[in-house]
């Protein structure tokens, strides 16, 4: 079983800057892809960005320029630097893992952004 556990959302003006962290700990050996999701209230999860193990990245086209994923591999955290942010950035940020079959294996619980204008 792999845990996740997310750490540095906050408030934030319009055009400032988060980071958040995601630590995962347990059978973290097979954790293949790991990323970061955000839904807002009244929306559907979508996907803002994932990294995998030799950190090949994808990003939603909302936040390419302004936001970055990178990973630490040897402590199994993986990061979302958020930067220029905006109002519609406001959700509550999840990250995940994948494993080498590309199956979710847990969520973490989930880190509220919310960006004020």
């Known amino acids: 079983q792999v845990q996740l556990v997310e750490s540095g959302g906050g408030l934030v003006q319009a055009g400032g800057s988060l980071r958040l962290s995601c630590a995962a700990s347990?059978?973290?050996?097979?954790?293949?892809?790991m990323g970061w999701y955000r839904q807002a209230p009244e929306k559907q999860r979508e996907l803002v960005a994932t990294?995998?193990?030799?950190?090949?990245?994808v990003y939603h086209d909302s936040v390419k320029g302004r936001f970055t994923v990178s990973r630490d591999n040897v402590k199994n955290t993986v990061f979302l630097q958020m930067n220029s942010l905006k109002p519609e950035d406001t959700a509550v940020y999840y990250c995940?893992?994948?494993?080498?079959?590309?199956?979710?294996?847990?969520w973490g619980q989930g880190t509220q952004v919310t960006v004020s204008s």
């Open positions: 995940d893992a994948q494993n080498l079959y590309g199956i979710r294996v847990n």
């Open positions: 990294i995998t193990r030799d950190g090949s990245t």
């Open positions: 347990g059978a973290t050996v097979g954790i293949q892809r």
